[in-house]
């Protein structure tokens, strides 16, 4: 049976990270005194709504424009894949990339890979340890990189200065967006990634 703080009775505070004798469900730190328990409370559902809710405002946020583009005094509407061929006809690439990546690419796997891990731990289905250390850090990994599109809008401020388009306005989507953000960030701090280990110990230890 492998030895864990679970099953000593043992829980670290997740404020001062003090380890302390689990006495009864809720309890405060004898060193800062704040509240804490051994797992967070319905972690799986509270990831999976968040999750559930980013993922619809994420489509929303691919459909409608996301800025609008004034060119000759003409305004011209355009979603994030048809402005990624607009930057990608004046041919800045840089730019396109990032957008993409930021806008699509990073969203879209920390959606799924926050499912991923629900399904796992709901499921029982383990990974090997190392793989399952690797799969979470990296969604870690991407969680600063959402972030990518503030600078977005210096981009398309430098954008403008270089004379492609006279003046750009943010569109609707640019709110959805903005929540899908924000979403996935409270689903991946619902997460709880100890449950990942659980059933794997309790598995052995049975």
């Given at each position: 049976?492998?030895?864990t703080a679970k099953s000593a009775g043992l829980a670290l505070c997740p404020k001062c990270h003090k380890l302390n004798s689990l006495v009864n469900e809720h309890q405060r730190c004898s060193r800062c005194h704040g509240m804490f328990y051994q797992r967070k409370r319905n972690s799986l559902q509270y990831t999976l709504a968040w999750n559930v809710a980013a993922l619809i405002a994420f489509i929303p946020a691919n459909l409608y424009p996301i800025m609008i583009v004034y060119q000759l005094g003409i305004p011209r509407?355009?979603?994030?894949?048809?402005?990624?061929?607009?930057?990608?006809d004046y041919g800045l690439y840089p730019i396109a990339i990032i957008i993409f990546t930021?806008?699509?690419?990073?969203?879209?796997?920390?959606?799924?890979?926050?499912?991923?891990?629900?399904?796992?731990v709901h499921t029982g289905i383990r990974l090997k340890p190392d793989k399952h250390s690797k799969f979470y850090h990296a969604l870690e990994?991407?969680?600063?990189?959402?972030?990518?599109?503030?600078?977005?809008?210096?981009?398309?401020?430098?954008?403008?200065?270089?004379?492609?388009?006279?003046?750009?306005?943010?569109?609707?989507?640019i709110n959805y967006f903005t929540v899908t953000v924000i979403f996935t960030m409270f689903a991946a701090n619902?997460?709880?990634?100890?449950?990942?280990?659980?059933?794997?110990q309790n598995k052995k230890a049975g």
């Open positions: 049976m492998m030895n509407e355009a979603t994030i894949l048809s402005g990624i061929g607009e930057f990608i930021a806008s699509i690419i990073v969203p879209l796997l920390k959606i799924i890979g926050l499912f991923v891990l629900v399904y796992k990994f991407l969680g600063p990189w959402s972030m990518l599109d503030v600078f977005v809008v210096a981009l398309m401020v430098t954008v403008v200065e270089l004379g492609f388009v006279t003046s750009v306005a943010a569109g609707p989507a619902s997460f709880d990634p100890r449950l990942l280990w659980d059933k794997k």
